[in-house]
């Protein structure tokens, strides 16, 4: 069974930072391409970061260049999302997403809530 299980989530101010974790569990990791997700009510979920098998190539939406950095720890079976400079617009709700490059299965975790506030 997969999980893949988010935490880090909180309620920070704007310019503040975060830091966020995906665990994956029950899929081959390394053959898997990374992403988070973020949704705020009211809009379509959107991809915000994305990292291929090995971590030699991520992309980013552009409202979070410079801001956001994706990373993996394959050996720890975990990415993270590191956001530095929040702004109010960064409010919402951040999925992990899997997609198994064999496969082409499809996971999403159950999302944690960054909320940036004053």
């Known amino acids: 069974q997969v999980q893949l299980v988010e935490s880090g989530g909180a309620l920070v101010q704007p310019g503040g930072s975060l830091r966020l974790s995906c665990r994956a569990s029950?899929?081959?990791?390394?053959?898997?391409?990374m992403s988070w997700y973020r949704q705020a009510p009211g809009t379509e979920r959107e991809e915000v970061a994305r990292i291929i098998n090995h971590g030699g190539y991520t992309n980013y939406t552009d409202s979070v260049k410079g801001r956001f950095t994706i990373s993996r720890d394959n050996p720890k079976n975990t990415i993270y999302l590191q956001m530095n400079n929040l702004k109010p617009e960064d409010t919402a709700k951040y999925y992990c997403n899997a997609r198994n490059t064999w496969t082409s299965d499809v996971y999403w975790g159950q999302g944690t809530q960054v909320t940036v506030s004053s």
């Open positions: 029950g899929l081959p990791f390394s053959r898997s391409i």
